[in-house]
Structures are given as structure tokens and as C-alpha cells.
């Protein structure tokens, strides 16, 4: 597949002086924990246990003993011990299981550096890009109602339009990235976002600009799934803090949309109730062409500037194991380390190809195996014991209120702001002016996620609960009052306290469920999430008919229920692993 290529980089394949060393030379024994005080006992072995360090749901805790009877370094045996064993706990195995197993401990070994830094950034234009949208098009419904004459309760259709296209967006590059690559992929979504977003500057009419949301949240919804998966497979540990790291991007792109917003739209919009003439009212487009730029602009530095290697095991699954490997490699020569990864290895754990019946997967394989992550038989595993099924349904839960309760206020805050004070409507300057500084008190709340997730008795479960408890109080205190600037205050401190839910749940999710089932788990909560989104804006708009707060008394009861569910979460991740 060569879609996607940076043109202007070096071929994946070429000489790589002094990256591969003897298997010997590796360690036997890899870093399983970021917790230097955390102790392996009995119950990280236990390959049912919730508990268990990242070892040993790799294998490696298992034939633990077996390791301290061998010297300090790897052999074929131990590898195969490590790749046998965890065969077991996945219930998969195949040629392509085998050497995926053995690309894992590969990539561990080499270890966090440079190729993932660099990742980590560009991923992380994934995750602003998402909010950039979902908030620059919740800046522009006043000025949409204003110039095309829709009543501010009906124009919140906008805001469906661009979840339809989320949805859809979630649902069809989470499979097309395992068919196509990830690497097309993972460039596709933000250049198809930024186009469309360039065409909705000029939309025509109301309908018109409606589409052109959706077509770009295709773009846009992919970003999530695709980036998250891509920047999981080449990490070589995935630690908790460094996910709830990796959502710090999201505020960005709500900083950055409402700084735009509040420079164009009050300097460029027509005065009046409209409706009103395209030139008088071009805020919102200058608004809107802006943040497609800044996405294209995203997509050229991820496409010109930045070498990504195809992930190696997609590679593995089209039959291109000699790509695989160099991939790897590359990634050693990127980070200035060494692996022990040959195609010769890689036959001996996993069999030579010409003795396979099959190597390479087809598109109906590849497909299977992705919708499998949804089959009865993996959801099932979520529920094997009574302490996970617990977590599982809190889980969804906490991700579907959460999902109708954050765009009920967030998506129409603009709307919020403009009718605050309870007479007469804020200016325009006034309403994109408080936004704004919404926006930039928000933005530590992520930040803040990153060092109190780490502290003893608070944990993850602690600052989720106290994050999300906060939340759910400030909305109601935001209809408590009229005036403008107690309005302002609570705004502010929920966007701060939002960030903090979010971020620690996005990072608690894939860390509490069992590696087998980890994809199945992470992916339901997400497409609930999504779908719960899409019916946010029917619920603005047939629940403020009869009160205007409404929507924002929905928001926080939804909010408070998310709130006392996770209280009754059985598990805390701080100090635990996983991969």
C-alpha cells in the first residue's frame, strides 16, 4: 500500500548500521512497572486477576521462576515461553499471532524515545482536532440562526449533523485502518476534516452548511480510534498518565476555536435579527475557514515533516513480514537504540512462511477479526468474574451519560452565554469575550489530571470522582444565577473540572479492563459515548420548549449520575500496567 507515503522521506527499507544486535544481548527480563515501589506477589501472576503487572499478562510473570533460572539474557526458549504463554490468555493462535507477540517484546525492548515523542504530537492534532470542531461549530449557531433565519432551537440540528458524521466517521476508519493501513489512514482523516472544513466557510445556505459538518465530522470522528490505536502499537509500555498526557490536546483545540471565534465573529457580524446578507454576517466563515487551514496544516506537517512507519502488525497481517521487521528497526534507528528483531527470529517463534498454509490475512479476515473485538464470546469475557462485570457496566454507563451530558451544555454554551443576565441578549463581543476566558480556565484542568492520577489514596478513581462530582454542582450553580458574571465563574471552573473527568477516564478505561477483552471494552464505551452524543442535540432541542435550562438541568443530573456510579467502581489502576 503505498497511500500515504511521505514523499519526500527515506524509503522504509534501507541500511540501518549498527541497529540490530545479538538476541543475547537483550535482557531477559523487561520493565514491567512504572511504579518503583510496586512489588510482583502472587496475585500479578494469576492470569484471572485484574491486578496483575503488565508481565504477566504478557507471559512473562508466569515463567517467572523459570527466567531467575536462566542467566540475565534472552534466548529463543524464554521468548517462546513468553509467546506460548500468552497465546493461552488471548485464546488466539495463528503464524500472525505468534510473531505479533514477538514485534510486542520487540518494541518494549527498544523502549520509549524520539519516534514516540514525535508520535505523541501528532497524535495529539487527532485529539485537538476533535474538539476544535465539536466547539467551532457550537461558536457558530448564533451567527447560522442570524443569517439564515433559523429560530436559535431549531439551528441546533447543526450540531446533530456534525455527530451523524462522527458516528460514522468512529465506525468506518476503526475498520478501514486494518484494511488500508493505518498509515493512510491515519493521514486521510485529517486532510478530508480540513478540506471540508475549507467548503463549509463558504456554505450557501443552512442545509448546505449542515452536510458539509457531517462530511467533515467523517473526517474528523476517525481521528480518536485511529490515533489512539496507532500510538498504542508502537509504544512500548502503555502507562496511565501518559494517556490522560495525550488528552491535554483536547482543551487546546477548545482554546484555540473559541481565541478565533472571539477575534472574527464580533468584528464580522451583522447587527439586526436577521435574517442577513452573507457579506455582513462573514465572522463565522472567517471562523470557519481558519480552523480547516489549521487542520490541513495539520495533515501536511503529519504527511511532510514526520516518517511514519506502517505499522508492523499490519504488515504482518498483509503477509509483508520482511516490512514488518524493517519497520521496527527503524524505529530503534529513530530512537538511537538497538533490537534484537530479524526475519530469522521471527520464523523460529512463528513458523517460516513457505511451511504456512496461510500467511497473509485477507480483507474479509482482517474485518472478521476486528468486528470479533464485539462478538458475544469477547463481551462475555468482560463479565467473567463479579468485580469486572461490576466495572464493565459502570463503565458504559459513566461513558454514555457523560456522552448526552457534556454536549448538552458544551455544544450550546454560546446560546447559554448570549441570554445570560435574563433580559435582554449579552453582545456578541461579550458572549465570544467569556467564552474565551472559559476556554483558557479550562485548560489546566487536564494538566492538573496528569500528577494527581499518580497520588497515593487518590488515584485514579479519586480524581475522576471529585472531577466529575464538581462537574455535575457547577451546572446546576450555572442556572442558580442570571447574572452574567456568576454565569461566567461557573463556566469556568466546570470547564477545569470537566477536563479533569475526561482526561482520567479516557486514560482508567483501557487500563481497568483484561488485555484479551481490552478492545472490545475501550470500543463499546466509545461508540456509546458517541451515540449518546448524537441524541444530546435532539434533547437540547424538544426539552427547552417548555424551559430554557433545561438541557443544562439534563446535563447536570446526567453529570451526578455519572458521579455516583463511579463511586461504586471496584478497581484503582494507580501503580499498575498495562500493554
Given at each position: 500500500?503505498?497511500?500515504?507515503?511521505?514523499?519526500?522521506?527515506?524509503?522504509?527499507?534501507h541500511?540501518l548500521?549498527?541497529?540490530?544486535?545479538?538476541?543475547?544481548?537483550?535482557?531477559?527480563?523487561?520493565?514491567?512497572?512504572s511504579?518503583?515501589?510496586?512489588?510482583?506477589?502472587p496475585?500479578?501472576?494469576?492470569?484471572?486477576?485484574?491486578?496483575?503487572?503488565?508481565?504477566?499478562?504478557?507471559?512473562?510473570?508466569?515463567?517467572?521462576?523459570?527466567?531467575?533460572?536462566?542467566?540475565?539474557?534472552?534466548?529463543?526458549?524464554?521468548?517462546?515461553?513468553?509467546?506460548?504463554n500468552?497465546?493461552?490468555?488471548?485464546?488466539?493462535?495463528?503464524?500472525?499471532?505468534?510473531?505479533?507477540?514477538?514485534?510486542?517484546?520487540?518494541?518494549?525492548?527498544?523502549?520509549?524515545?524520539?519516534?514516540?515523542?514525535?508520535?505523541?504530537?501528532l497524535?495529539?492534532?487527532?485529539?485537538?482536532?476533535?474538539?476544535?470542531?465539536?466547539?467551532?461549530?457550537?461558536?457558530?449557531?448564533?451567527?447560522?440562526?442570524?443569517?439564515?433565519g433559523?429560530?436559535?432551537?431549531?439551528?441546533?440540528?447543526?450540531?446533530?449533523?456534525?455527530?451523524?458524521?462522527?458516528?460514522?466517521?468512529?465506525?468506518?476508519?476503526?475498520i478501514?485502518?486494518?484494511?488500508?493501513?493505518?498509515?493512510?489512514?491515519?493521514?486521510?482523516?485529517?486532510?478530508?476534516?480540513?478540506?471540508?472544513?475549507?467548503?463549509?466557510?463558504?456554505?450557501?445556505?443552512?442545509?448546505?452548511?449542515?452536510?458539509?459538518?457531517?462530511?467533515?465530522?467523517?473526517?474528523?470522528?476517525?481521528?480518536?480510534?485511529?490515533?489512539?490505536?496507532?500510538?498504542?502499537?508502537?509504544?512500548?509500555?502503555?502507562?496511565?498518565n501518559?494517556?490522560?498526557?495525550?488528552?491535554?490536546?483536547?482543551?487546546?483545540?477548545?482554546?484555540?476555536?473559541?481565541?478565533?471565534?472571539?477575534?472574527?465573529?464580533?468584528?464580522?457580524?451583522?447587527?439586526?435579527?436577521?435574517?442577513?446578507?452573507?457579506?455582513?454576517?462573514?465572522?463565522?466563515?472567517?471562523?470557519?475557514?481558519?480552523?480547516?487551514?489549521?487542520?490541513?496544516?495539520m495533515?501536511?506537517?503529519?504527511?511532510?515533516?514526520?516518517?511514519?512507519?506502517?505499522?508492523?502488525k499490519?504488515?504482518?497481517?498483509?503477509?509483508?513480514?520482511?516490512?514488518?521487521?524493517?519497520?521496527?528497526?527503524?524505529?530503534?534507528?529513530?530512537?538511537?537504540?538497538?533490537?534484537?528483531?530479524?526475519?530469522?527470529?521471527?520464523?523460529?517463534?512463528?513458523?517460516?512462511?513457505?511451511?504456512?498454509?496461510?500467511?497473509?490475512?485477507?480483507?474479509?479476515?482482517?474485518?472478521?477479526?476486528?468486528?470479533?473485538?464485539?462478538?458475544?464470546?469477547?463481551?462475555?469475557?468482560?463479565?467473567?468474574?463479579?468485580?469486572l462485570?461490576?466495572?464493565?457496566?459502570?463503565?458504559?454507563?459513566?461513558?454514555?451519560?457523560?456522552?448526552?451530558?457534556?454536549?448538552?451544555?458544551?455544544?450550546?454554551?454560546?446560546?447559554?452565554?448570549?441570554?445570560?443576565?435574563?433580559?435582554?441578549?449579552?453582545?456578541?463581543?461579550?458572549?465570544?469575550?467569556?467564552?474565551?476566558?472559559?476556554?483558557i480556565?479550562?485548560?489546566?484542568?487536564?494538566?492538573?489530571?496528569?500528577?494527581?492520577?499518580?497520588?497515593?489514596?487518590?488515584?485514579?478513581?479519586?480524581?475522576?470522582?471529585?472531577?466529575?462530582?464538581?462537574?455535575?454542582?457547577?451546572?446546576?450553580?450555572?442556572?442558580?444565577?442570571?447574572?452574567?458574571?456568576?454565569?461566567?465563574?461557573?463556566?469556568?471552573?466546570?470547564?477545569?473540572?470537566?477536563?479533569?473527568?475526561?482526561?482520567v477516564?479516557?486514560?482508567?478505561?483501557?487500563?481497568?479492563?483484561?488485555?484479551?477483552?481490552?478492545?472490545?471494552?475501550?470500543?463499546?464505551?466509545?461508540?456509546?459515548?458517541?451515540?449518546?452524543?448524537?441524541?444530546?442535540?435532539?434533547?437540547?432541542?424538544?426539552?427547552?420548549?417548555?424551559?430554557?435550562?433545561?438541557?443544562?438541568?439534563?446535563?447536570?443530573?446526567?453529570?451526578?449520575?455519572?458521579?455516583?456510579?463511579?463511586?461504586?467502581?471496584?478497581?484503582?489502576?494507580?501503580?499498575?500496567?498495562?500493554?
Open positions: 500500500m503505498t497511500l500515504g507515503v511521505n514523499p519526500f522521506s527515506k524509503n522504509d527499507k541500511d548500521p549498527g541497529v540490530i544486535v545479538p538476541l543475547s544481548s537483550a535482557p531477559a527480563h523487561s520493565k514491567t512497572s511504579d518503583p515501589e510496586k512489588k510482583v506477589g496475585e500479578d501472576t494469576d492470569a484471572g486477576s485484574l491486578d496483575r503487572s503488565s508481565s504477566a499478562e504478557n507471559g512473562v510473570g508466569s515463567i517467572h521462576s523459570h527466567r531467575q533460572n536462566q542467566d540475565d539474557h534472552l534466548t529463543l526458549e524464554i521468548l517462546r515461553a513468553e509467546v506460548e500468552d497465546l493461552v490468555a488471548s485464546g488466539q493462535d495463528s503464524a500472525y499471532d505468534r510473531k505479533a507477540k514477538v514485534i510486542n517484546r520487540a518494541i518494549q525492548d527498544i523502549g520509549m524515545g524520539r519516534y514516540q515523542w514525535e508520535l505523541f504530537c497524535c495529539g492534532f487527532g485529539w485537538l482536532a476533535d474538539n476544535l470542531w465539536l466547539q467551532g461549530v457550537a461558536l457558530t449557531l448564533p451567527q447560522l440562526s442570524l443569517e439564515f433559523v429560530d436559535d432551537t431549531r439551528v441546533r440540528f447543526t450540531t446533530c449533523a456534525l455527530f451523524l458524521g462522527l458516528c460514522l466517521g468512529a465506525c468506518f476508519w476503526g478501514a485502518s486494518d484494511v488500508i493501513g493505518r498509515r493512510p489512514a491515519f493521514n486521510f482523516t485529517l486532510m478530508i476534516t480540513g478540506a471540508f472544513g475549507l467548503a463549509a466557510g463558504g456554505g450557501p445556505n443552512w442545509v448546505g452548511t449542515c452536510a458539509l459538518y457531517a462530511c467533515l465530522g467523517l473526517g474528523v470522528g476517525g481521528n480518536l480510534p485511529v490515533d489512539g490505536a496507532l500510538f498504542l502499537e508502537f509504544l512500548p509500555f502503555a502507562s496511565g501518559l494517556l490522560t498526557m495525550l488528552s491535554v490536546w483536547w482543551p487546546v483545540g477548545n482554546l484555540i476555536s473559541s481565541l478565533l471565534a472571539w477575534a472574527f465573529i464580533p468584528n464580522y457580524t451583522c447587527s439586526g435579527d436577521g435574517p442577513c446578507r452573507k457579506e455582513d454576517n462573514m465572522g463565522w466563515r472567517y471562523l470557519v475557514l481558519t480552523l480547516g487551514a489549521i487542520t490541513f496544516v495533515f501536511l506537517c503529519r504527511f511532510f515533516l514526520f516518517h511514519l512507519y506502517e505499522s508492523p499490519f504488515l504482518l497481517s498483509r503477509g509483508r513480514q520482511e516490512d514488518a521487521v524493517a519497520a521496527v528497526q527503524g524505529i530503534a534507528y529513530k530512537n538511537r537504540t538497538t533490537t534484537w528483531l530479524t526475519v530469522d527470529i521471527l520464523n523460529e517463534i512463528g513458523g517460516h512462511p513457505e511451511e504456512q498454509t496461510q500467511e497473509k490475512l485477507s480483507n474479509k479476515e482482517i474485518i472478521q477479526r476486528h468486528m470479533s473485538k464485539f462478538s458475544l464470546e469477547r463481551i462475555r469475557g468482560l463479565f467473567a468474574t463479579k468485580k462485570g461490576v466495572t464493565t457496566i459502570i463503565l458504559w454507563f459513566c461513558w454514555a451519560t457523560i456522552g448526552m451530558g457534556y454536549p448538552l451544555f458544551n455544544a450550546f454554551l454560546p446560546q447559554y452565554l448570549q441570554r445570560a443576565g435574563g433580559g435582554e441578549s449579552q453582545s456578541t463581543d461579550i458572549v465570544y469575550r467569556n467564552y474565551a476566558i472559559t476556554s480556565v479550562g485548560l489546566p484542568g487536564s494538566v492538573l489530571a496528569c500528577f494527581t492520577v499518580d497520588i497515593k489514596y487518590i488515584g485514579r478513581k479519586g480524581t475522576m470522582i471529585a472531577g466529575t462530582l464538581v462537574t455535575g454542582v457547577l451546572l446546576f450553580c450555572f442556572t442558580a444565577s442570571t447574572d452574567p458574571d456568576i454565569q461566567l465563574l461557573c463556566s469556568s471552573l466546570e470547564a477545569f473540572f470537566q477536563n479533569i473527568m475526561y482526561g477516564l479516557y486514560a482508567y478505561t483501557p487500563e481497568v479492563f483484561p488485555a484479551p477483552n481490552r478492545g472490545t471494552g475501550s470500543g463499546i464505551s466509545s461508540c456509546l459515548n458517541r451515540i449518546a452524543g448524537l441524541c444530546a442535540p435532539l434533547v437540547a432541542i424538544y426539552g427547552a420548549g417548555s424551559n430554557p435550562d433545561a438541557p443544562i438541568y439534563a446535563s447536570g443530573a446526567l453529570i451526578l449520575a455519572a458521579f455516583v456510579a463511579m463511586i461504586f467502581l471496584p478497581i484503582e489502576t494507580r501503580g499498575r500496567q498495562t500493554l
